[in-house]
């Protein structure tokens, strides 16, 4: 930017002194304009910058909204530049400036276009290419990882000046997807293009943070040497830093934690690694804390507190405090005081998330041990010592109300101190208590109420802030309650397991759970996990060893008893789910081809159900078979028996679920939403009952809803090949809605190029992609016309758009099998020879709007129809295309036909009326009215007959029954 200007300023004097009475003023409004654009988006980039570091954006509202202005504000300044100043020299540079601040304001569809204006208008200038970089960092934003990595591809093949951050992007694509070796790919040969790239120590840096996170340890020499490669680079500081901290992380997965701490500890004391003090010391203090040595991680993470306050840095201290407290001290009411805490220190950073997220499982542990304290006054016998075995040094400080147990403590209502004993805890031997248990207590009121295990003041309601004023403190919401013990103690299991990371916690619930429950079908759930715990978690095989073992003998042929078999490098069963899965498809394919005859298949699915009960597969053949003996044979009676069956032998399934649904709905009136989705599951829908989405009725006079009404009611008439109405009908969208209707062009580019009106397509056409880049429809006929006019480039360019893009099209595909690079990366130059050969046409579906584009997540059904009646005094097959407007209330209103004759066409009209519907419905659950297409067909009373005759050879392949080899079916 800085050349340009100095490039204009050496203008000739003549030039200036001819504009210097006309012009000067003008072009002092335009700079100026200009000049604020670009103020306001150097202020926006620093805000976002600050408000980046300060962690999690989502909870950031405040430093989000301030960027988000700043960016408004220089789209507005660089906006009357384009607007009121379109032959100035920085027409270019406010359309880049404009871009990129729409896309940070994640306005991605604008900021698309803006840098294609760019791109289309300005060719010669020296931001086409960085256009180009950004465009395809929309692409991305938008999910289209396809276009934007061929753009980026394009920009590194071509030796473009922004090529190295184009060959980032891409690995970042691959890294994003989750292909750490692709991305490793990617970054190699950006390298290898740009070996004097200013990125090299960026990529270099990225190449081993693939490396490190494949996690494979063969992988981390390679991370090693990738490192040193990006420090004698020429890196930033802040390259330097994150590869010096990445080799001290190699060292301590190789295993030398020595070697890791003398790498941390020399980053301290490097001037230019200051402003990263605080997250090095918070380093230094896990690694401490993973070695045991707490006392002084704790002092590092105080450091971080008092050298840096207020600051992101300081939050993470102030969390990393509470976790050790909580995790390796047991000590939760002190632990939670510092999670409080960092809301304090620093809102909406990473830190204030993450122990909100643990403040939240300790809520549910309130509520999931209150449940278990109520429910069962004897589960502390099992899982407890009594109070006088726990060592607990100020055990004789709590009063009598208050016992001193795990966090699942459970205690009969009223139980004291004195009365515990009743409840045979004496019984019990008492188990060594991991670290994390022991500082807990359960606490009942003087009037028997429960307490919380730790009580939290703001929680209730009303706390103060530092000057005394009130304010509303935050409460994490309590999770539903379980209804069963069992469940709950699995539920506070993996709270413990994998919310609070506390594994040894996590244990004496399995292990309460192996002892409590030993007839219960998830005992070897609990026996795994406690095996699990043990091998991964506290890196401990010997002590999972005889869990593994009891799996194996006691579980036999099943799902974790074949996991432990894993475990202990032993051959694997095959299991009796798997057993079950084949005799259940065998049924269904009987079924298939006989589903009128229930009587041959409903004892095999009994049968199944009998033989493996321990199998989801049989509560799936108990399910179905409760739902023939409702839907097919007709005795509601024996099918409310066969439901209740269900949910008794398989409480667990997502089956019983669905039996509980059902009841709910009964009960509330619902039935119809269950009703809605048996109807679409495993049946083929009759040709009259085939609903096609128009559009949505507007229930006001916006007009672009309107707009898009029209549009729906215009792509419809299109696909009917009725050219004039949907001309008529596109032109209606148009002057309802200018602006951001690329579809509507399309359609008047198409049915242009289908009459035969080339140019004036050419012209709609182009305007559609100007609107919406990603529509294919106007592909499809640029191809074509550039084929036409023998412009090989053109053509070959819009070819690879359609088949890297449209993979659903079988001609798209048949070209890529004819042409196999026409949809890579490197695509060879098709001669216009060829092309000329090439039979390419859009398929209907892109004159069709998705159900979502109208907000429609149901879309309507029909629930009843009414037979046509074949009328008596003709003898001719016909079909009558008919409109009707399903209400909210699933009838038809406005029932019109769009294509039949008569008498087809009244009788077509009399069957839909009496038609009723489930409504479409939005993502509220809300319903809509919606227009449909309903297609009638009428077949004279022989055809019909001949029709069933033949009915076998109509059903689509999956459902036909078994055909003897050499015999063919008509």
Not at 43 to 58: F, H, L, V, Y
Not at 428 to 440: H, Q, T, W
Not at 532 to 555: K, M, N, R, S, T
Not at 877 to 899: H, K, N, Q
Request: with cysteine; glycine share 4%; net charge negative.
């Amino acid at each position: 930017m800085r050349a340009r200007l100095h490039r204009r300023a050496r203008r000739s004097v003549t030039a200036f002194l001819l504009f210097a009475l006309t012009g000067s003023a003008v072009s002092c409004v335009y700079f100026n304009t200009y000049y604020n654009a670009e103020k306001y988006f150097r202020q926006a980039e620093k805000a976002r910058a600050e408000a980046e570091a300060e962690g999690d954006n989502s909870r950031n509202s405040r430093g989000r909204t301030q960027y988000v202005t700043l960016y408004d504000k220089a789209v507005r300044k660089a906006s009357i530049v384009l607007e009121k100043f379109p032959e100035s020299d920085y027409v270019d540079d406010a359309m880049f400036i404009a871009g990129r601040a729409l896309y940070w304001q994640r306005d991605y569809q604008y900021a698309m276009r803006s840098f294609r204006d760019l791109e289309l208008n300005f060719p010669e200038s020296e931001l086409y290419d960085h256009a180009r970089l950004w465009r395809g960092r929309t692409l991305a934003a938008l999910g289209q990882s396809a276009d934007a990595r061929t753009l980026f591809s394009e920009l590194v093949r071509e030796g473009s000046p922004v090529g190295d951050r184009a060959g980032l992007r891409l690995g970042e694509l691959a890294s994003t997807e989750g292909d750490r070796r692709g991305a490793i790919v990617e970054y190699r040969k950006t390298l290898d293009a740009f070996p004097d790239a200013r990125l090299a120590a960026q990529l270099w840096l990225r190449i081993g943070l693939a490396n490190v996170d494949i996690g494979s340890p063969a992988r981390l020499d390679s991370a090693m040497v990738a490192f040193d490669r990006a420090l004698s680079s020429s890196p930033p500081d802040s390259v330097r830093y994150r590869a010096s901290l990445s080799r001290g992380r190699v060292q301590h997965l190789q295993g030398d934690p020595a070697a890791a701490l003398r790498t941390y500890q020399e980053l301290l004391t490097k001037g230019s690694f200051r402003v990263w003090e605080g997250e090095t010391r918070i380093l230094i203090g896990r690694h401490y804390r993973e070695r045991g040595l707490l006392a002084e991680a704790l002092t590092q993470f105080e450091r971080v507190r008092d050298d840096f306050p207020l600051s992101v840095v300081s939050a993470m201290a102030l969390y990393e405090t509470g976790l050790l407290y909580l995790q390796e001290y047991g000590e939760r009411e002190r632990s939670q005081e510092y999670f409080l805490e960092v809301a304090t220190e620093k809102r909406g950073s990473r830190a204030d998330s993450l122990a909100n997220v643990v403040l939240q499982t300790c809520a549910d542990l309130d509520g999931l041990i209150e449940q278990i304290w109520i429910a069962d006054s004897t589960a502390s016998a099992i899982l407890f010592p009594p109070p006088d075995t726990l060592s607990m040094a100020d055990s004789t400080d709590l009063d009598s109300s208050v016992v001193v147990l795990d966090s699942v403590v459970a205690v009969a209502d009223g139980a004291t101190t004195d009365s515990i004993e009743t409840v045979g805890v004496d019984a019990i031997p008492a188990p060594e208590l991991p670290p994390s248990l022991r500082g807990y207590a359960a606490a009942l009121d003087s009037a028997g109420k429960w307490l919380p295990l730790v009580p939290r003041p703001g929680w209730r309601g009303v706390d103060a802030d530092s000057d005394g004023k009130p304010q509303v403190a935050r409460r994490p919401s309590r999770r539903e309650p379980s209804s069963t013990l069992e469940e709950q103690l699995f539920v506070l299991a993996e709270l413990y397991r994998d919310h609070l990371v506390l594994p040894d916690s996590a244990a004496v619930v399995y292990e309460a759970l192996v002892e409590r429950f030993p007839e219960s079908d998830q005992r070897s759930r609990a026996l795994y996990s406690l095996a699990w715990i043990h091998f991964e978690l506290l890196a401990d095989p010997p002590a999972a060893g005889p869990y593994l073992e009891q799996l194996v003998d006691e579980y036999g042929p099943t799902a974790h008893a074949n996991a432990a078999r894993r475990l202990l490098d032993l051959p694997l069963q095959r299991t009796a789910e798997e057993e079950a899965a084949q005799i259940f498809v065998d049924i269904e394919a009987l079924r298939a081809a006989e589903p009128e005859l229930p009587d041959r298949w409903m004892p095999r699915l009994d049968a199944l159900a009998m033989e493996y009960p321990a199998t989801v597969t049989a509560a799936r053949a108990a399910y179905l078979a409760a739902w023939v003996t409702e839907n097919t044979i007709g005795d509601s009676a024996a099918a409310e028996a066969r439901y209740d069956s269900v949910a008794e032998r398989f409480p667990r399934t997502d089956f019983a679920d669905l039996v509980q649904r059902r009841r709910r709905s009964q009960e509330d009136g619902f039935l119809a939403k269950i009703s809605r989705e048996l109807k679409t599951l495993g049946k083929a829908i009759p040709p009259e009952e085939r609903l096609f989405v128009i559009a949505v009725e507007p229930d006001s006079l916006d007009s672009t809803s309107l707009s898009r009404k029209l549009l729906g009611f215009a792509m419809r008439a299109h696909r009917q090949e009725e050219f004039e109405q949907a001309e008529d009908l596109y032109q209606a969208s148009l002057d309802e809605k200018q602006g951001g209707n690329g579809n509507v062009y399309a359609g008047l580019g198409d049915v242009a190029w289908r009459q035969g009106y080339f140019e004036d397509a050419m012209d709609h056409l182009r305007t559609a992609l100007k609107e919406k880049t990603t529509s294919l429809l106007p592909q499809y006929r640029l191809f074509q016309y550039h084929v036409q006019q023998s412009q090989e480039d053109s053509a070959n360019r819009y070819l690879r758009n359609i088949t890297r893009r449209d993979r659903d099209n079988p001609q798209a595909v048949a070209v890529i099998d004819r042409f196999p690079t026409v949809a890579s990366a490197e695509p060879e130059m098709i001669e216009i020879e060829q092309l000329e050969t090439i039979d390419l046409d859009p398929s209907e579906d892109n004159l069709r709007l998705p159900d979502a584009s109208f907000g429609i997540v149901e879309p309507p059904l029909v629930r009843t129809s009414v037979a046509a009646l074949y009328p008596s005094d003709v003898s001719d097959s016909a079909s009558v295309i008919v409109d009707v407007l399903v209400t909210e209330e699933g009838r038809p209103d406005c029932v019109r036909v769009f294509r039949g004759d008569e008498p087809f066409a009244t009788e077509a009209i009399r069957a839909v009326e009496g038609y009723r519907f489930y409504a479409a419905e939005d993502r509220k659950e809300d319903p809509l009215e919606v227009w449909v297409e309903v297609v009638i067909p009428f077949q004279p009373p022989a055809t019909e007959a001949a029709s069933d005759s033949v009915s076998v050879a109509t059903l689509p392949d999956s459902l036909r029954p078994a055909v003897p080899s050499g015999i063919e079916v008509e």
